[in-house]
């Protein structure tokens, strides 16, 4: 499959945004630690889901779609603690599930988590940390083994705010025996709702979004559900349109979304001389006449986000001046600038962490494999913005984080088709 484009149109319309990918994949865990059935809403219909569904089921978990978007999970009858190994290598986020495991059954087995190509990522802050709850791990072939007496509350220094690690920690903290500190956790709204979410259902879990979270164990009881969760808009969807009604639009408006979760990528965007009104739950966007080069550095939240950093490049291509891009999150998020320049665009790589954007450059369509799903929005962005044709290859990579994203396009009169 791939996706074929005809760049070079602005456009006027109206699009939605989904429920967050991020978010949706810790809730998802997060109901292995239940005693009744958890429902959840505004659960966006992507590949990512449909792996996690896959992992849950093979656990145990017995999940059903109330409607499209809307899925009921019941744990209760859940007694396997070791993920299915091949679909855990598909999915970078099936270490989610461990935490839970971890928390209701005192042992796990996991595959280290395969999925993204941006870099083999370490996970020694999460094995550190369950060390300190009580675990003994262990390591075969890339097959972790965690068993633990009891998961014991204890003081944990994050030596980075890592977000699904500080979602782990959470989740096998909360049904812990004893009060569980982590200090420097991410502050990400995922995390929050996350957070929200078990609060909500009798966790006791104190100093959401500061530099100290406290969670205090629930002695081996599980949570119950009293009411449904809705997943929260997804803020890097939101933020790819923002940036592609920054390139493209006479008018955009952006629904479902909320505004504060995008105030750093905003703030960056009217630098540029972009004009973005914001509404309670939607946001609006039109081009301006002169695009500025702006200069970014993509951090932890609330700064400007690394998930939006190739996106915004593609954008400082059509921009007036020079823009310098330092991407600190990870290492390999620049590895897709060469498809960028061999379109038309002039980026110079200063070290694997930096680069130089100097514009306005035309962009020429051309073929393109997306390496990860990121970087395959932005060829996306790229190809609405090149004239003529291009063609996108790998789309399962993009399919894995936006839900029917041609189809949202079509209806803003883009040219973009799905074809074999
Ligand atoms: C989450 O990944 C998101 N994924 C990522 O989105 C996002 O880019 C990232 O947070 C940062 O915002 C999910 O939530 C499923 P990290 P996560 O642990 O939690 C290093 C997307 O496209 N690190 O905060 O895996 C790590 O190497 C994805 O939706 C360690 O060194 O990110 C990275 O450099 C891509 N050791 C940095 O921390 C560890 O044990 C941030 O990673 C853990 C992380």
Request: glycine fraction near 8%.
């Amino acid at each position: 499959m791939k996706f074929e484009i005809f760049g070079g149109k602005t456009f006027s319309g109206e699009i939605e945004v989904s429920g967050s990918k991020n978010n949706t994949l810790k809730i998802l865990s997060a109901s292995l630690l239940f005693k009744n059935p958890v429902v959840i809403e505004n659960v966006p219909q992507i590949e990512d889901v449909f792996r996690m569904n896959e992992l849950l089921k093979d656990l145990g978990v017995n999940i059903f779609y109330k409607n499209k978007n809307t899925l009921v999970l019941d744990s209760r009858k859940v007694k396997n603690f070791k993920l299915s190994f091949d679909t855990a290598k598909k999915l970078r986020a099936s270490i989610a599930l461990a935490g839970p495991l971890l928390g209701r059954f005192n042992q796990v087995v996991f595959p280290y988590p395969g999925g993204c190509v941006i870099g083999k990522r370490p996970i020694d802050i999460f094995l550190s940390a369950w060390k300190k709850m009580g675990a003994n791990v262990s390591e075969k072939n890339d097959v972790f083994c965690l068993k633990a007496k009891k998961i014991k509350g204890t003081n944990i220094v994050f030596r980075l705010p890592s977000v699904t690690a500080t979602e782990s920690v959470i989740m096998t903290a909360v049904l812990g025996y004893g009060k569980t500190i982590i200090w420097n956790p991410a502050r990400e709204p995922e995390v929050l709702a996350l957070i929200d979410f078990l609060n909500a259902s009798g966790a006791k879990i104190f100093g959401a979004g500061t530099s100290k979270i406290e969670i205090i164990g629930r002695n081996g009881k599980l949570l119950e559900s009293k009411k449904p969760f809705k997943i929260i808009p997804d803020r890097i969807e939101a933020g790819s349109f923002l940036i592609l009604g920054s390139a493209l639009a006479n008018y955009l408006k952006i629904k479902n979304c909320n505004p504060e979760h995008l105030m750093s990528v905003i703030g960056v965007l009217k630098d540029a001389g972009v004009q973005v009104k914001i509404g309670k739950n939607f946001l609006e966007v039109q081009k301006p006449k002169k695009l500025l080069a702006c200069n970014i550095k993509t951090s932890e939240y609330p700064g400007f986000p690394t998930d939006l950093q190739a996106p915004f490049v593609v954008l400082m291509t059509q921009a007036y001046g020079q823009s310098m891009i330092f991407e600190t999150i990870y290492d390999g998020r620049l590895n897709y600038i060469e498809d960028i320049n061999r379109m038309g665009a002039k980026i110079i790589m200063c070290d694997p962490h930096r680069i130089i954007i100097n514009g306005p450059t035309k962009l020429r369509g051309r073929e393109i494999e997306s390496p990860d799903l990121r970087a395959g929005l932005a060829f996306v962005l790229a190809g609405l913005i090149a004239r003529g044709k291009s063609l996108i290859y790998n789309i399962y990579q993009i399919d894995r984080g936006y839900e029917k994203i041609e189809e949202k396009l079509q209806k803003l009169g883009l040219n973009i088709k799905r074809v074999e």
